[in-house]
């Protein structure tokens, strides 16, 4: 069966980081079991053996593969079908998805939810994490989450070119979810993981999709423990 | 031969609608042949036949079909190769390159070119297109233009999603062009015709990118007029 090391908080069933929860996605729309091994980001002897201090570290047998890009990209060559990208100019595409993703939807979703990261996260990676991100910001995580209230209006624009798409069609990946969508869906677990802050406002398109989203691969993503 | 009607400024040769130049820059990639015929934002009654106020307006014979976008997918049917989308969902995570581009990227480049954009127009246009973008922006033309110096580097964050694909490819569309690479260099095509401004840093992988654009077909994109 497939492993994977899955970054979780003090509860180890709170699995919070939105590049496992890509692979999570994409392993369950291949049908592919996973067992995923509970990981604290301080914990890199766990690691040792792919060489990476960061996770998703999948491993298949005696293959070990590591970048939640690299790891949709080796599930949809080992297991074809049902298809993640639809071919090589769908996969091309969803790659734009992916550094769209992880250049603007993941920076502009950080600072409205690093300050309840501190609340999920085990005792032994606090030091750690608030050290890291606070050096990263330039403020105290408590600063840089404060006024997120005033600031969500701008996050919500980010997420203009997905509210238009979804006027037109129910997935990135069209009349059924690809690998663009478990990026998407998978970044967004993220916050609804580790905070009850509201992103999305209800009547927001981008809401509806993504209760559709959780109700996928038997609940895979509404299943998940919350903070 | 498919027909297009071209929005063209005072010198009829000088073509800069984004719409439009998605939409050559897909003939050509089809190999199929053009007529682009100009045309002026005033001139509504040369679209009559259309119904649309809007181009591109694409005559295939007795067929009328307008807006880019569904354009595309008209080309894409009737002449299957070269793809422009490599299967559906190919096509439908363009889509999502094609909303970005429309909620993102264009409204970003708008401000620093659309006092040029007034430098350009054929006289008849001059009247209406200040009336509807001073309305739009809710200012002068040249006041929303006067401190693009300093915005400029604000509309190069817009493209981060761009310069991270081009580490790992050298189109959009992967090893080679798609119509989500026609979306981006249509829409750049369009301050291209009509400014000197310099959007891009020298050394950005996006202006070597534009570059390579611009070869693509014959020289179609750096053969075209500018102002």
Known sequence: MLQMH??????????????????RFAAAHKGLPLETIPWRFTDREALAFSGQARVPVLR????????????????????????LFGGVTGQAHARFVNTWADTILLPAIAPLIIGDIMGVIAPEDQAYFRESREQRFGRSLEEVQADRDTRVSAFRQVLLPVRHLLRV???????????????????????????????????????????????????????????
């Open 6 to 23: 899955d970054l979780a908080g003090a509860d180890p069933d709170l699995r919070f980081s939105p590049y496992c929860w890509r692979t």
């Open 60 to 83: 298949d047998g005696e293959r070990v593969v590591f970048d939640s890009w690299a790891i949709a990209e080796y599930l949809e060559a080992t297991t074809r079908m049902p298809t």
């Open 169 to 227: 069609q129910p997935w990135i990946g069209g009349t059924a979810p690809s690998y663009a969508d478990h990026i998407v869906l998978g970044t967004m677990m993220w916050p609804r993981c580790v905070s009850r802050f509201e992103l999305l406002q209800a009547d927001d398109p981008v809401a509806a999709y993504m209760e559709r989203g959780l109700d996928l691969y038997g609940g895979l993503g509404r299943n998940a423990p919350r903070a």
